[in-house]
Every structure is written in structure tokens, then in C-alpha cells.
């Protein structure tokens, strides 16, 4: 190195410290897939969450502190997001909070998170066990997880029949996605087959899903009374498509959220009329506040996220509810460790911890109407297990029930269990209620 | 003008046998080993490591193999991603129902699990050979999809299929830190690499290449298809196993069947293709091409951009490194269809004639 490129690399050196010592920053890493086969749901996720973050710094940060973000590209391979992961986590003084957005990656940044103290939050997916705190410390599967969406459908359909108990003899198929994301439902559906008596068939589909002529034949010899389709990208068009042909019912079919979204049905259109698909919480919201906020603040300056046609629709949603919650428990974690400080890893798994999104906070940041008051605990991770079920007139998604809430007396010893089990194959102990505390 | 070998005169066979017979390939050898032994866990960066050289050095193992495979012995395989999914999960199971298991014998028997799966799949190559035996092999790739997807018991019966393993130690040392992390992956890669490397130059190499070359001239020498065919997909199989495994266990952590996909085969054969068939050199070559430079790309193309002031997105830069690969593939290929290491050893031929050429 020689003596100009020093003095540069120097100058350049106290720039930055300099601006650092001027704003607080809290730095959020993007992990998000906008190509490869499953961009068309990936992009509007990524859209939304970006697009709150953005909306936070317009409204003047947390308490002052602006957040800094990086988007990086991983395709939904684990390989590449644990890459994006690795090179963002040490950046800009550490990154916040991670949402991995795929199971694979899911699973190995949960091996990484604890060494690297960084919290894991999987607004939706993820891996279901991980609601319980006392075990997995560092995940954060908050509003609900697959199986909540799986036990809310179950009831849904038993609504439907007029009871629960109606559901005995009745067949149901899933037709999922062969990875562990689609295979994430199967334990509660099992549980819920042997209370209520039905029967389950399970329909594998291979990764990415554009072949499923098999399974629609099993679902034409079978005719199942419901079937539940657990796929995304585009798998989940391909199905509709497939069911249409088959002459399947699409009122008998309920989605998970992943398969129920615009892009998911856009292609299908009038053909998936009728078809269901679980929200967690929120469905498509084009009138609710923050989305006003989002066109009027970003939007109409051209600061916007992707195009505008797609704010507010479900996905979008999602990442921007998704990103929500992060920073909110970044701004939980300061109202404890100090206002207007950039808060580290450890501070903000606290804050996720001790959220308490009352009606009023959401109404304040714009999500009335579009999800329910959530709050957290050292043990509960998830906070909420409510959905609504919406259903595709067409044209747009319409929520066709009311709010559902996922069974505690079915869910609580299974996420028990399995995490039990998952503790004892790590040889982790679960935390004491002192360990709580901090 | 350094590289030059007047005066290095050679007075036994040893000597004219090693494998480097040039004293300054061998001082070159040794200072980069011992960098990369000593200073570059010292200086680089937990990302860089992390993220860049462990799977570099994974997949520099694994292309190793598939070079064996495909480069020395000639018979093309698309089913590497499965030994390496076999390897992988052999070890984790080896690893998890054995208490108090060692994770380099478990390691060990992984690659011997992909051994056995790889000299089962390899006798279709005793009958057919070429494009035929590509498409046999990927049926090995299949099966494993199908194997691991379905049938619970190597999954430890997780619900959701995806297993994951920690608290890895190495004779009572910790491999956690990037820096464990990555000598461990260089000490495996550098025992394996010496043993190919001396391997191939031996008998059983050359049974192989002359397989690969002309496999009924080699059988009328007196050379046996079936063992020179079998025990090239023994070694190659073990040595992708164990490349498999150390990419679930020390890369990924947690992984599922989807990341030993068919991708990984074609990125594997790739690699060695890139590289240049029938050389080590050339499977670290085609590694770093196949993993170093899509990261290389991510991180340089937005500062790129940045310098005329343009600002580029994630798809964009998703694009252009695609755009970029295929362009440098088609480019290579057209250039240099014996891959990279052809360049370097013409490179080296250049300078040891430098300044008259012959």
C-alpha cells in the first residue's frame, strides 16, 4: 500500500466513523429471492418488507434511530442464503435480526444464530417446535406457524361440516410440496386425523411442482372430500390448473398461505373461483392505513419498492408485516436497554420476547384491521395462533370466515414434545425461569 | 526469469519422480500451504472463511472425486450430487445413533457408505458407457432423492425430513469458530488431494486413463475393465462422500435432500469440466470458478456500478452474474476446451521457455 492510497483509505476511515457517530443505526440484512422458480412470490415479499423499513425511516426511525438494510439475492438455495447470511451478519455493526424466508434456510441459520447471537424471526414458516422458547432460544416463528395454519384449516372444514365430529370417515388429502416445508403440517394433521377420526392421505409432489399429473390421478381414484394444497410458486397454479382438469371441486381445496396469494391464482383467474386458502392473520389489505401511508410517503415520491399495483396485496403484506414485527422488538428492546440506542443481537431477542402489540400500537402503525394484538413470552415465541380463512371470488381474495384460533390442547404438547426431543438431540438444556429474565 | 529449472539436475529416480520435479513449484507448494495453514486463519475475515473458502475447499474435495470419476477413468457421472447426499447422510447417521462417535471416523464412514453406493451404481458402467452410462448414473441421482425424501429411518423419523448436527469436536477440540471450521476442511482436502494425486500417477491411475483413453486396447493389455471401472468409482465415491459430508456437518449444519439436488451434479461435472478433465490442479480450479466467482460477481458488480454512479438491484446483479457465467463458460470452453488447467500449465510452459520460445 503506498502512501496516497493510505492517506485515501484513512480520510475514508473517519468519513465513516465520523457519520456514525452522527446517526444511530440498526442495521436489518434482506434475505429475500427475487428469481429463480419461486420470484413471483418471492419479489412481493421482499417489496413489503423493504418497503417498511423504508416507511419507518420516512417516519423518523425508531425512536431516532434509522435502520440500514442490504437486500441479497439467494434464489431460495441454502447454500446461498447461509452465503447472504455469513456476509451480512458483521455488517454495519450487526445485523438486527434475520428472516431466512425458506425452510432449508430456516433450519441451518437456526444452527448458526445461537454461536452468532442473532435473532431468527420467521413470521409464518419456519420450523413449527421452534415456538417454544425455553428451547429454541434464538427463533422467533411469531403469529403463527404451519401448524397453527394446518390445525385452522382442519377447523375451518369442520365448520363447514357442521361440527368437528362430523369429520369422521371423511377423506382428506394433502398434497404438498416434497421438502420440509411441505412436510411441516404432517404431525399435526396426523394428531387431528386420529381425534376426529378422518383419513389422512398424504400426495407428495417433487420439488419445483410443475408435474403433478400423478397426483391428480390418486386424487381423481380417491375423490377425498377436502384436499390441502401445501405448495408455492409455481405449484400452486399448476394444481389449480390440474384440479380444474381433474374436475376437482376448488371449494373443497384450502391453501396455505405460501398457496394463497394474487400470483398464485392470478394465472388460473375464473378457474380458481371458489378456492380457499388460510391467512394468518392478514389477507389482502388495500385499505388499510399503513398501505395509505406506503402510496402517500414512498410511493408518490418514487422511493416505492417494486410496482404499485402490488402494495397491499397479500405477500406484500406478509414481508411488510413481516418486517413489522422485527422492528417492533427492536423497539421493545429499546424501551428497556435505553431509547434512541442501536440495540445488539442479544437486546433485540429480548425485545421479541417482550412484545406487546396492543390494539392501540397497531392502530398507530397502521395495521388496524389488518392482524390482531400480539404478545410474546420467554416460552411462547409465536404469540398468536389466529388466521382467517379467504377465499379467491376471481377476482380478488374476500376472507370468507371468521377469526379462527389454533387448538392450545393439541398444539402445545406436540410444539412440547418435539422441542423436547430436538433439546435432547442437541443435549441443550431448556432455559429456567431465571434465564427468562434477561 | 525465476521460473527456470537450469541447473536442477536429477541423479536418482526419486528424484525425477516427484511430484513436483521443479524446486521452485516445490517452494511455491510449501509457501502456499503453510499460508494457508497459518496466516489465512489469522487474517481473513470470519465471512471470507465462512462463507467463500470452506465451501471452496468442500467442493474442491468433491470435484477431486468427480475428476477421478469422470477425468481419469472416463466414465461420466451425474449422480455425484447423490454420493455426496449418501456421504452426508451416512455420516449423520453414523455420527447420531453411535454415542460418543468421533466425527472424523464418522466423517471416514460416511465416504465408505458412498463407496458402496458408488460401486452399485457403477456397474451399470461395466455394460454401458458414455452419454448411456451419464443417464445411469443419473438414476443414482434419483434414488437418493427418493431415499432420503421417503424413507424416515435415515432422517432419525424429524418430521419434516431435515436433519441437522452440532457440538462437533475434532481429538476434544471444538469445531465451531470459522477459523476450526476451516483448517479442518483444508487438512482433509490436502490429506485426500495427496493420496489422489499419488494415486493417480500410480498402477491404478494408469489402468484408469488407459480405460478412459481406449478401454478395449486397455483390456488387451491386459488391464481388467471391471476392476480399473469399479475401484475408480470406489475412490471417487468415498472422496465425494466424505466431500459430502463435511458440507452438510461443517458448511450447512442443518440441511434437507434438496442440497444434494441434481444442480449440485451438474455443478460438479461443471467444475471439473471447467477445470480440466484428468487434473487435481483443475478441480480447485473449476471450484473456485463454480463457488468463488457468483460471490466475487454479488460483491464487485455493485461497486462496480457504484463508481459510474448507477445503482443496481439484486435481480439485476442475479442477471448479470448469470449472464456473465454462461458468458465466461461459452468462453473458456471455445479458448481452452481443457479447462483452466490447461491455461495455468501452458502458462507455466511459457515461462520456462521465457524469453526464446521454441
Redesign the interface.
Known amino acids: 500500500m503506498n502512501l496516497r492510497t493510505l492517506t485515501v483509505a484513512t480520510a475514508l476511515g473517519l468519513v465513516t466513523a465520523g457519520a456514525f457517530a452522527q446517526a444511530k443505526q440498526q442495521f436489518v440484512p434482506v434475505l ?1 429471492y ?2 429463480g422458480a419461486y420470484a413471483p412470490n418471492g ?1 412481493p415479499w421482499a417489496n413489503g418488507y423493504v418497503d417498511y423499513l423504508k416507511l419507518v425511516n420516512e417516519r423518523g426511525g425508531i425512536n431516532g434511530v434509522k435502520l440500514q438494510f442490504e ?3 439467494t ?1 431460495y438455495d ?2 446461498r442464503s ?2 447472504c447470511y ?2 451480512l ?2 455488517k454495519n455493526g450487526g445485523a438486527s435480526f434475520v428472516q431466512p424466508l425458506s ?2 434456510a430456516t ?2 441459520i ?3 444464530a445461537p ?1 452468532d447471537k442473532i435473532p431468527v424471526v420467521t413470521v409464518g414458516y419456519g ?1 413449527s417446535e421452534s415456538a417454544d422458547g425455553t428451547v429454541f432460544k434464538w427463533n422467533f416463528p411469531i403469529a403463527g406457524t404451519y401448524w397453527v395454519a394446518a390445525d385452522t384449516i382442519i377447523q375451518a372444514i369442520g365448520k363447514k361440516e357442521g361440527g368437528l365430529d362430523k369429520l369422521r370417515g371423511k377423506k382428506i388429502a394433502l398434497v404438498y410440496h ?4 411441505g ?2 403440517p ?2 399435526l394433521l396426523q394428531e387431528r386425523s386420529r381425534m376426529h377420526g378422518f383419513e389422512l392421505t398424504l400426495l ?1 409432489v ?2 419445483p411442482g410443475v408435474e403433478q399429473k400423478a397426483t391428480w390421478l390418486q386424487v381423481r381414484q380417491n375423490r377425498p372430500d377436502y384436499v390441502l394444497l401445501w405448495g408455492w410458486g409455481v405449484m400452486n397454479s399448476t394444481a389449480l390448473k390440474e384440479a380444474q382438469a381433474t374436475g376437482y371441486p376448488r371449494e373443497k381445496m384450502y391453501g396455505v398461505w405460501w398457496a394463497g396469494a394474487e400470483p398464485d391464482v392470478k394465472d388460473v383467474g375464473e378457474g380458481a373461483k371458489g378456492y380457499n386458502a388460510v391467512a394468518m392473520q392478514h389477507g389482502a389489505e388495500p385499505q388499510s392505513q399503513f398501505v395509505k401511508d406506503v402510496l402517500a410517503k414512498l410511493h408518490a415520491k418514487n422511493l416505492g419498492t417494486g410496482p404499485k399495483e402490488e402494495v397491499g396485496q397479500v405477500l406484500y403484506m406478509r414481508g411488510a408485516m413481516s418486517a413489522m414485527l422485527g422492528v417492533e422488538g427492536v423497539r421493545a428492546a429499546q424501551e428497556r436497554f435505553g431509547k434512541g440506542k442501536t440495540m445488539n443481537g442479544e437486546q433485540i431477542r429480548w425485545g421479541l420476547e417482550n412484545l406487546n402489540l396492543t390494539q392501540a400500537k397497531l392502530d398507530a402503525l397502521g395495521f388496524a384491521g389488518v392482524m390482531r394484538p400480539i404478545s410474546t413470552s420467554c416460552v411462547d415465541h409465536m404469540g398468536a395462533a389466529w388466521t382467517r380463512i379467504h377465499t379467491w371470488d376471481g377476482k380478488a381474495w374476500k376472507f370468507s370466515s371468521d377469526w379462527l384460533q389454533a387448538d392450545e390442547q393439541i398444539l402445545k404438547p406436540l410444539v412440547k414434545s ?1 422441542a423436547a426431543k430436538y433439546a435432547s ?3 441443550l438444556t431448556p432455559r429456567t425461569p431465571a434465564d427468562c429474565q434477561s | 526469469m525465476f521460473y527456470r529449472e537450469n541447473g536442477q539436475f536429477k541423479t536418482t529416480y526419486r528424484a525425477d519422480q516427484q511430484v513436483f520435479p521443479i524446486l521452485q513449484d516445490r517452494v511455491a507448494i510449501w509457501a502456499l500451504l503453510a499460508a494457508a495453514f497459518v496466516v489465512v486463519p489469522f487474517l481473513a475475515s470470519d465471512y471470507l472463511m465462512r462463507a467463500i473458502l470452506i465451501p471452496f475447499l468442500i467442493m474442491s474435495l468433491a470435484a477431486l472425486g468427480v475428476n477421478v470419476l469422470v477425468g481419469y477413468c472416463g466414465q461420466i457421472s451425474l449422480g455425484s450430487g447423490a454420493f455426496m447426499a449418501v456421504g452426508a447422510y451416512g455420516a449423520y447417521n453414523i455420527f447420531v445413533r453411535i454415542p460418543g462417535m468421533p466425527l472424523v471416523p464418522a466423517l471416514l464412514l460416511g465416504g465408505l457408505c458412498a463407496t458402496a453406493f458408488g460401486i452399485l451404481f457403477g456397474l451399470p458402467s461395466l455394460r454401458v458407457k458414455g452419454l448411456y452410462l451419464a443417464v445411469a448414473t443419473l438414476a443414482a441421482q434419483f434414488f437418493s432423492d427418493w431415499m432420503f425424501l421417503r424413507i424416515k429411518w435415515f432422517t432419525l423419523d424429524t418430521p419434516s425430513g431435515s436433519v441437522s448436527v452440532s457440538n462437533l469436536q475434532v481429538f476434544g477440540l471444538p469445531v465451531e469458530s470459522a477459523a476450526s471450521r476451516y483448517v479442518f476442511c483444508l487438512a482433509v482436502l490436502v490429506a485426500m488431494a495427496v493420496l489422489t494425486k499419488n494415486l493417480v500417477r500410480g498402477a491404478i491411475g494408469r489402468e484408469w486413463m488407459a480405460i478412459r483413453d481406449m478401454d478395449v486396447a486397455a483390456a488387451v493389455i491386459g488391464i481388467r475393465p471391471m476392476h480399473a471401472k469399479l475401484s475408480a468409482f470406489a475412490v471417487s465415491s468415498f472422496i465425494i462422500g466424505v466431500a459430502g459430508a463435511l458440507w452438510a456437518f461443517v458448511y450447512l449444519g442443518a440441511w434437507e435432500p434438496a442440497a444434494f439436488s441434481v444442480d449440485l451434479s451438474f455443478r460438479l461435472l461443471f467444475m471439473v469440466i471447467i477445470g480440466g478433465l484428468g487434473s487435481i490442479m483443475g478441480s480447485f480450479f473449476g471450484a473456485a470458478f463454480i463457488i468463488v466467482l457468483p460471490v466475487v460477481l454479488n460483491q464487485v458488480l455493485p461497486a462496480l456500478a457504484g463508481l459510474v454512479g448507477a445503482e443496481i438491484s439484486t435481480v439485476g446483479i442475479s442477471h448479470a452474474e448469470l449472464m456473465l457465467f454462461g458468458g465466461l463458460i461459452v468462453w473458456f470452453l471455445i479458448v481452452e476446451p481443457h479447462g483452466l488447467a490447461r491455461l495455468w500449465s501452458t502458462g507455466k510452459q511459457k515461462l520456462r521457455t521465457w524469453p526464446f520460445p521454441y
Open positions: 429475500s427475487r428469481t419479489a437486500e441479497c439475492e434464489g441454502t447454500a447461509v452465503e455469513e456476509r451478519k458483521d425452510t432449508g433450519f441451518a437456526t444452527e448458526k454461536v420450523r416434497d421438502s420440509p416445508y412436510k411441516e404432517i404431525p407428495p417433487t420439488a418435539t438431540e442437541k443435549k
